[in-house]
């Protein structure tokens, strides 16, 4: 398993993020330290998180994936061992919200005092803000790199124009440049990403950090009739999958699956990994079983013949 860097950012990762948005969602701290403490025992070093999350729950504020990360690095005194990524930028509250730079200079001191750190590894905007400025957001960046709070920066949920527009914007002004694109992109949701991004991230070196990587569970097999649904709250997310085409795709996963001795869900991200200018999927696990299937799929050398088959299944 060798690492890959992050866009020309000097940061190297290896090639699997566990995504934190369970944190304080579907499983609370104890079980979270567990699961970090067992991703870092398996050798794997990116943990993505975001100011917002687990917001969406009844409750909570936002911050308390954050929160439990800091409470587990503090505890644990890994810090060294891992590479922290978080975003800013979705709405905390109403006057929380974007990419303007006094939101960002608060929202960051913020992040580092819920996560106990004196730097994020990669910074990201969570969605683009046509509101602001790029150069007002680029720089206000280019600050937190030279204060040394951030050692570089991504953009997520940005559209390829856009993307280009930042990069020429960072260029023209001598700012810090996004190094990474946060997309959705897995086995059934490949078009857009394929099409609009790709192109843009592997001409200017961008590297790509993939959430829904699993299409939200559906790639794990585990729902496989509308009946499935109910097992867990990511479920109602599922239905849209369930069609001639994903069941054309869960049909080559299990095959190749077969092949490999390993899950569908090893193998939906070891397809997303094996593809030119990824950096590292994003997935979640609520338990180790679930982590130790996810983890398997950095050891995985998918053949041609396996990429291909699962390249025709998705073909669209």
Known sequence: MEKR????????VYPFAFGGNVFGWTINEKESFKILDGFIDAGLDLIDTADVYAKWVPGNKGGESETIIGNWLKKSGKRNKV????????????????????YITQAIEDSLKRLQTDHIDLYQSHDDDKQTPLTETLETYTDLIKQGKVRAIGASNFDGIRLKEALQVSKDNGLASYECLQPEYNLYNRQYYEKELEPVCRERNIGVISYYSLASGFLTGKYRSEKDLSQSSRGSGVKQFLNPRGY???????????????TPASIALAWVIARPGITAPI????????????TKATSLKLSSDAINLLNSASSY
Do not use: F, W
């Open 5 to 12: 860097e992050i866009g020309n950012s000097g940061i190297n």
């Open 283 to 294: 997935a979640s696990a609520t338990s180790i079983k679930q982590l130790d299937e996810l």
């Open 248 to 262: 054309k795709i869960l049909a080559a996963l299990d095959k190749i699956a077969a092949e490999y001795d390993a």
């Open 83 to 102: 590479i922290i990524a978080t975003k800013v930028g979705k709405p905390m509250s109403e006057d929380k919200k974007g990419l303007s730079r006094k």
